[in-house]
């Protein structure tokens, strides 16, 4: 990409964020965020929703509320029925609708691979943002949603899940991450949360990078507090994973310090893909147990304490 000279784009790439930040006034800014991918389901409806939960949560990630926006379709029209189209959409908007965003129009394409998602654009205080960039030494590190999706997908596409345990997988990927961002914005992000991204297509470690070298520290991950969906370990253990498992590990390369003989299987799952993953929270360590309490009272059940930030070592990223 070309540099960025425009000073009202306070955050961008330089930062490895998702959504990009452009200052309206000293009391507004924009939050911009775009994603779209294949289906990760054959249930049409259930995969706008969470194509649209997934484009949705790079705005809450930042801390910030949805306001518009403008659907991205390809589409195979002459070989499949325009219904299923109608049912993809029509997930999304309902979508859009429990986050308060208003869909403004969009643009369809021609093409044999079906492809969906949304280019958000929502509203942040100028001075509140939870940019990668500003995680500090001491913080503690919170997860809003457990890790596998990658390994349960696969199995999906497998045949090898029971309906019951892709039904727990479908409503967490359909799960906004809107009561993650409202629990940031009360503990009170610039002051007490420091930083904060989701975890998606680059995985825990690969999402967890970008938070560390943005902030010039080490992320510490306790290997034993890190939340598992159910059926994700088996999964894994049968090597069952996403095709991005071995690009993640392949990017982190040389960046991550584990343990001598590390569980395999869960090596599997925290390189892994999620799709419309969790919120990871870095906040002051004497505020952890409040925002732990104040994820919990919103609904988040599965949010978990799942390490710390040091100062920066010779490792961007250690478990232990």
């Given at each position: 990409m070309?540099?960025?000279?425009?000073?009202?784009?306070?955050?961008g790439?330089?930062s490895?964020?998702?959504?990009?930040?452009?200052v309206?006034?000293?009391?507004?800014?924009?939050?911009q965020?775009?994603?779209?991918f294949?289906p990760?389901?054959?249930?049409?409806?259930?995969?706008?929703?969470i194509?649209?939960a997934?484009s949705?949560?790079?705005v809450?990630?930042?801390g910030g509320?949805p306001?518009?926006?403008?659907?991205l379709?390809?589409?195979p029209?002459k070989?499949?029925?325009l219904?299923?189209l109608?049912e993809?959409?029509r997930?999304?908007?309902?979508k859009?609708?429990e986050?308060g965003?208003t869909?403004v129009?969009?643009?369809?394409?021609s093409d044999?691979?079906?492809?969906?998602?949304?280019s958000i654009t929502g509203?942040i205080?100028p001075?509140?943002?939870?940019?990668?960039?500003?995680?500090?030494?001491?913080?503690?590190?919170?997860l809003?949603?457990?890790l596998?999706?990658?390994?349960?997908?696969?199995?999906?596409?497998k045949?090898a899940?029971t309906?019951k345990?892709?039904?727990?997988?479908?409503k967490?990927?359909?799960?906004?991450?809107?009561?993650g961002?409202e629990?940031?914005r009360a503990m009170g992000?610039?002051a007490n949360v420091?930083?904060?991204?989701d975890i998606?297509?680059?995985?825990?470690?690969g999402?967890?990078r970008n938070i560390?070298a943005?902030?010039?520290?080490t992320?510490?991950?306790?290997?034993?507090?890190?939340p598992?969906?159910?059926?994700?370990y088996?999964f894994?253990?049968?090597?069952?994973?996403?095709g991005?498992?071995?690009q993640?590990?392949?990017l982190?390369?040389?960046?991550v310090?584990?343990p001598?003989?590390?569980?395999?299987?869960?090596?599997?799952?925290?390189?892994?893909?999620?799709?419309s993953?969790?919120?990871?929270?870095?906040?002051a360590p004497?505020?952890g147990d409040?925002?732990?309490?104040?994820?919990?009272?919103?609904g988040?059940?599965d949010a978990?304490?799942v390490?710390?930030v040091?100062?920066r070592g010779?490792?961007?990223?250690?478990?232990?």
């Amino acid at each position: 990409m070309p540099p960025i000279t425009d000073s009202r784009m306070t955050v961008g790439p330089a930062s490895f964020d998702d959504a990009g930040i452009f200052v309206i006034n000293k009391d507004l800014a924009l939050v911009q965020t775009v994603d779209f991918f294949p289906p990760v389901v054959d249930d049409p409806f259930m995969f706008g929703q969470i194509a649209a939960a997934n484009s949705l949560s790079d705005v809450y990630a930042m801390g910030g509320e949805p306001l518009t926006a403008l659907s991205l379709v390809c589409f195979p029209n002459k070989e499949l029925p325009l219904s299923i189209l109608g049912e993809i959409l029509r997930g999304g908007g309902e979508k859009c609708a429990e986050a308060g965003c208003t869909i403004v129009g969009g643009h369809s394409v021609s093409d044999p691979e079906i492809k969906f998602g949304f280019s958000i654009t929502g509203t942040i205080h100028p001075d509140h943002v939870t940019s990668n960039d500003g995680a500090k030494p001491g913080d503690r590190l919170f997860l809003t949603k457990p890790l596998g999706i990658g390994a349960i997908t696969t199995a999906y596409r497998k045949k090898a899940i029971t309906p019951k345990a892709m039904d727990v997988a479908l409503k967490q990927m359909a799960t906004l991450n809107k009561a993650g961002a409202e629990s940031m914005r009360a503990m009170g992000i610039g002051a007490n949360v420091h930083a904060a991204t989701d975890i998606t297509g680059f995985g825990l470690l690969g999402h967890a990078r970008n938070i560390a070298a943005a902030s010039n520290v080490t992320i510490v991950f306790n290997a034993s507090s890190i939340p598992l969906i159910d059926g994700a370990y088996d999964f894994a253990r049968r090597k069952m994973f996403s095709g991005a498992y071995k690009q993640n590990q392949e990017l982190l390369e040389g960046l991550v310090e584990l343990p001598a003989n590390f569980d395999e299987n869960l090596h599997r799952i925290i390189y892994d893909s999620e799709t419309s993953g969790g919120l990871l929270i870095s906040i002051a360590p004497e505020k952890g147990d409040e925002l732990l309490a104040d994820l919990k009272a919103r609904g988040i059940a599965d949010a978990v304490e799942v390490g710390r930030v040091e100062a920066r070592g010779q490792s961007l990223l250690k478990v232990v």
